[in-house]
């Protein structure tokens, strides 16, 4: 039968004294220098509100001190329970340094490590050589750790890893709340899945909810996409996402950028809504597109080939360094890389404005390639003050060659009022009719006009140009819209 002891005995030392609580064999030796009480067999003690089990164990009882050896434990209310093989007690300090095998098991929580410093009265402990943490279906796992009991908190420092049945998360400094399991990244983190990574140096991820928010050069990328901004919010479980202020949606298999300040992102199927200063970008290494507009909205065509749309709505301009546009809304599909302008579009090219009620760019391995003019094609050259060189007709094709408006094909209905030219001194005007007329381009400016049908044709000396005559039916020009650099697609 065990030895009860209780601690009338130690009524001269203070109430922080290490009380022994039973013991099957007690023995008094010295060990180092120092008065020790050896106990061996069920050996149980109490310190304030703190339990430590052992099979043996030395109390130093002048140092207020235990080494405690063989399945030892330390429980402290139903809050903690500390296991190891062996653990040094400090009474005075309330530190214990627990050892080989250590596991901290909380009602959340298991840690397991080799060795575990805790202090009972801060209820904090810290490992230097390793840990692993199972909590619900997520582990953890860092070089050295706090864990603070109070508030149920690691802190981890040093290739820490996440694993979730999800993603895997990797990180250099982070935070992670046991209760309601959200992880707080102080460092650079990454975090990977099958379907994306994500990057962020601050920022915060509920692996219970899967709610995130990412901050400082975040960004999430996967299966050609990439998205960031100054901060993002992702939900893995609805596959949702916000971004704020300098925002980037990048598809790169498709050279296609959309970026604005507000960003609302739809996993499957694809869906983005981006404003406030929203831009879509068709890049490529020498001369790149980019169109503004109110909203830009970006939807998956459901194809194979992961095709999408996108939308422009309301106040659409775009510069190229050899071609600007605007119109009230446009569409660019990446299934055949069209670009259709709709609602009174107008496109510049040098001293050229061209309009149309509808406007189709097609590009070609992101370089222009043809342009479709369609219902009520009209061209416009400024040649000299109130003097415009013009050609309009049913339906207009443009021809592009290494990126330059070379010719201009009219189809249906053609007019022209040409401002003919001797020595560069404009001598009269060529007003034609003729349903098929080729306008040849060199340097962007209007070099010859030629009749594919016979013209149906007047020339006018310059002084005797009727003033009613200088402009065909339904001139508008629209050159105080023109943008004349990409920052003036705001204007």
Not at 23 to 47: C, M, P, W
Request: some cysteine.
């Amino acid at each position: 039968m065990g030895l009860i002891y209780t601690a009338s005995f130690l009524s001269a030392q203070n109430n922080r004294q290490i009380e022994i609580v039973n013991t099957d064999l007690l023995e008094y030796n010295k060990r180092s220098g120092s008065e020790a009480r050896k106990l061996i067999g069920n050996v149980q003690f109490r310190h304030e509100h703190a339990v430590m089990f052992c099979d043996s164990a030395y109390f130093y009882t002048d140092e207020n001190k235990v080494d405690a050896f063989g399945n030892v434990s330390i429980h402290q209310g139903d809050t903690l329970h500390l296991y190891g093989k062996m653990f040094q007690y400090e009474g005075n300090n309330k530190i214990v340094r627990m050892r080989d095998n250590v596991r901290l098991v909380d009602k959340q929580t298991t840690l397991s490590t080799n060795y575990l410093d805790y202090n009972i009265d801060q209820k904090v402990g810290y490992y230097t050589n390793g840990g692993n943490i199972i909590n619900a279906n997520n582990q953890l796992k860092s070089r050295e750790g706090y864990y603070f009991t109070n508030n149920k908190t690691f802190f981890f420092k040093g290739n820490v890893e996440i694993y979730n049945p999800q993603y895997t998360m990797f990180s250099d400094t982070l935070k992670y709340n046991t209760v309601n399991r959200t992880a707080y990244f102080l460092g650079p983190t990454r975090i990977v899945s099958k379907n994306n990574l994500i990057y962020c140096e601050n920022g915060w991820y509920n692996t219970q909810t899967n709610n995130s928010k990412f901050y400082k050069n975040a960004y999430l990328t996967g299966e050609g996409r990439y998205l960031t901004g100054d901060s993002l919010f992702y939900n893995r479980s609805k596959g949702v996402g916000r971004a704020f202020h300098r925002v980037m949606l990048i598809d790169s298999t498709r050279k296609v950028i959309l970026s604005g300040n507000y960003a609302y992102y739809v996993e499957r199927p694809e869906y983005a809504l981006l404003t406030d200063s929203a831009v879509l970008t068709l890049y490529n290494n020498n001369d790149s597109l980019y169109l503004h507009a109110d909203s830009l909205i970006l939807s998956s065509l459901g194809d194979s080939a992961k095709n999408k749309l996108i939308r422009a709505f309301y106040g659409v301009k775009f510069f190229k360094s050899d071609l600007q546009g605007m119109a009230d809304s446009a569409v660019f599909s990446t299934s055949d890389s069209t670009l259709h302008m709709f609602h009174k579009p107008a496109l510049w090219t040098g001293n050229n404005q061209i309009s149309a009620h509808k406007i189709e760019l097609h590009f070609v391995n992101q370089q222009l390639h043809t342009i479709d003019f369609i219902d009520d094609g009209f061209i416009i050259a400024r040649e000299d003050t109130n003097m415009y060189s013009q050609v309009k007709g049913k339906n207009i094709k443009g021809f592009f060659r290494n990126n330059e408006l070379y010719r201009l094909h009219v189809t249906g209905n053609g007019q022209t009022l040409y401002y003919a030219k001797e020595k560069e001194k404009i001598i009269g005007v060529n007003k034609a009719l003729c349903s098929q007329i080729n306008v040849m381009v060199s340097n962007r400016t209007i070099s010859r006009i030629v009749f594919l049908t016979q013209p149906d044709a007047t020339f006018y000396p310059l002084r005797k140009l009727p003033e009613e005559e200088k402009k065909l039916k339904g001139f508008v020009w629209y050159e105080n819209e023109r943008p004349r650099n990409k920052y003036d697609i705001f204007r």
